[in-house]
């Protein structure tokens, strides 16, 4: 069963012109060099506003068949269009490569197209839809899936979302814990830091609410390697000898790996969670 019949009550819209233009330049500085991905395309249109106004190469994978092939045509056709134009200017416009993938994003297969060389990923979880609101058929759920990809992506890349994912703290707040705790502060304290902006950008800037909304800008931190974190559990001996703990997992979820992030310290028990940021849920248009 590919999805849920309350799933699709859930479906998400889209983001718009003017706010996908702040998220890819005024929030991430995006450059023709990056490499921007999101997380399901819906009908391709911002992977398409980063090639085309950008110049950077933009993937994306979307799991909804309609929509997929909404995204095929609209590709096609603005390739078309440029064909037509450069033949009667004569100038060849910068524009990236546009690669969207039909699938599923925590299959095995979609890894390493999704995360790798990512400068600039994005995914529009709005309102917790591809949290418990997914009714997702096992135990994690589509935003664990994308917190794992993060947690695979290279330090300095940025991850943005519209809802908080499950992760460790973020770098400022787990040194802030550490220093209660008089542990001593640590650079590798945690693997990210997070910005939340409010974006108040009017009308027409996303079609699902016309309220300011929360965006989550989840940049990775560290050195080369696998993202990592540090227990601050004063009595906890990994804590106490700054053991780094990776940040995900490969695990078996039903007939399949996941890789999903890691949120408790193997060593004692003890779950690491981010305070929470509640949201208004009211004049939500779906």
């Known amino acids: 069963k590919e ?69 095929e045509r609209l590709q096609e056709e603005l390739e078309a269009r440029d064909r037509v134009t450069t033949g009667l200017t004569g100038r060849q416009r910068l524009i990236g490569a546009v690669r969207l993938r039909h699938g599923r ?43 794992g990809l993060f947690c695979l992506l290279k330090p300095g890349a940025t991850l943005v979302t519209l809802s908080k994912l499950g992760l460790p703290p973020p770098l400022n707040e787990a040194n802030k814990d550490r220093l209660n705790k008089n542990l001593p502060q640590r650079s590798n304290a945690s ?22 909304v929360q965006i989550f800008k989840y940049t990775r931190t560290g050195t080369p390697g696998p993202a990592s974190f540090l227990c601050d559990n004063p009595t906890c001996d990994a804590a106490i000898e700054e053991r780094s703990i990776q940040a995900w997992e490969v695990r078996q979820v039903g007939h399949e790996e996941r890789v999903l992030p890691v949120t408790t310290c193997p060593y004692c028990e003890m779950k690491r969670r981010p305070k929470r940021t509640r949201i208004r849920t009211d004049r939500l248009q779906f």
């Open 105 to 147: 994003m925590e299959a095995v297969e979609h890894r390493d197209f999704l995360t790798k060389d990512v400068d600039v990923m994005f995914c529009n979880n709005f309102n917790d839809v591809m949290g418990s609101r997914s009714n997702h058929e096992v135990r994690s759920n589509p935003d664990d899936f994308l917190a």
């Open 191 to 212: 693997f990210y830091e997070l910005q939340e902006i409010s974006d108040d950008g009017g009308d027409n800037s996303f079609t699902f609410t016309c309220l300011p």
């Open 3 to 71: 999805i849920s019949s309350e799933q699709s009550k859930a479906q998400y819209g889209r983001t718009m012109y003017k706010a996908a233009k702040r998220i890819l330049k005024d929030y991430c500085d995006m450059k023709y060099w990056h490499v921007f991905c999101d997380i399901g395309h819906g009908i391709g249109n911002m992977c398409l506003q980063a090639a085309y106004t950008i110049g950077c190469e933009a993937r994306g994978i979307e799991f909804l068949p309609g929509r997929f092939d909404i995204s």
